[in-house]
Antibody, heavy 122, light 107 residues
Framework: QVQLVESGGGVVQPGGSLRLSCEAS????????MHWVRQAPGKGLEWVAF????????WYAGSVKGRFTISRDDYRNTLYLQMSGLRPEDTAIYYC???????????????WGSGTTVTVSS | EIVMTQSPATLSVSPGERATLSCRAS??????LAWYQEKPGQAPRLLMY???TRATDFPARFSGSGSGREFTLTISSLQSEDFAVYYC?????????FGGGTKVEIK
């Protein structure tokens, strides 16, 4: 079945860096755009970043633009989120999620991973 | 950025009753609106898309309506497994944005 498994979370000091991974299985990974979404403790969902299926186009939330980089390795069926200049407000569960389809009418997320926790604290 | 506002923040409903959740966009998102259900300790699940199309796993007691700026999610007869937090999300334009969520709790 379709599955997304995140890893790479942990505790990091402010200003530090971390790379999250999301391994996909059960579908043709290279054919789908992918998202990262986060949820701070006790808060709602916040969309973070998106990468197109061919990797040629990326979008970022204003709160992470210039600090986070989304990428993908279709040979490894893996999505990444490189995070640098981390701040306490980046503390959250980070979910990867699959885009439903290729058209602009299908930008939403139809499959989610179980998340990986990032804590930014000194 | 399109701001999504959900109301109420918390909805107290008895099992078997009807629940009506609202979502408003700061500008038109056409019908490019999704709803997600989130239960404690679990990842969100896609519930509805294109404002009124139910995702595969959800029963017909869930329905969505609206277009433009105003949207509604209705649960016709709440079951125990429906008590959760519900988020709306617009995908009409970048950046994608979520509403703050509505918690549906047992009355």
């Amino acid at each position: 079945q379709v599955q997304l498994v995140e890893s790479g979370g942990g505790v990091v000091q402010p200003g530090g860096s971390l790379r999250l991974s999301c391994e996909a299985s059960g579908f043709s990974f290279s054919n789908y755009g992918m998202h990262w979404v986060r949820q701070a403790p006790g808060k709602g969902l916040e969309w973070v970043a998106f990468i197109r299926s061919d990797g040629t186009d990326n979008w970022y939330a204003g709160s992470v633009k210039g600090r986070f980089t989304i990428s993908r390795d279709d040979y490894r069926n893996t999505l990444y989120l490189q995070m640098s200049g981390l701040r306490p407000e980046d503390t959250a569960i980070y979910y990867c999620a699959k885009r439903r389809g290729a058209s602009s009418l299908s930008r939403f997320m139809d499959v989610w991973g179980s998340g990986t926790t990032v804590t930014v604290s000194s | 950025e399109i701001v999504m506002t959900q109301s109420p923040a918390t909805l107290s409903v008895s099992p078997g009753e009807r629940a009506t959740l609202s979502c408003r966009a700061s500008q038109s998102v056409n019908s490019n609106l999704a709803w997600y259900q989130e239960k404690p300790g679990q990842a969100p699940r896609l519930l509805m898309y294109a404002a009124s199309t139910r995702a595969t796993d959800f029963p017909a007691r869930f329905s969505g309506s609206g277009s433009g700026r105003e949207f509604t999610l209705t649960i016709s007869s709440l079951q125990s497994e429906d008590f959760a937090v519900y988020y709306c999300q617009q995908y009409n334009d970048w950046p994608l944005t979520f509403g703050g969520g509505t918690k549906v709790e047992i009355k």
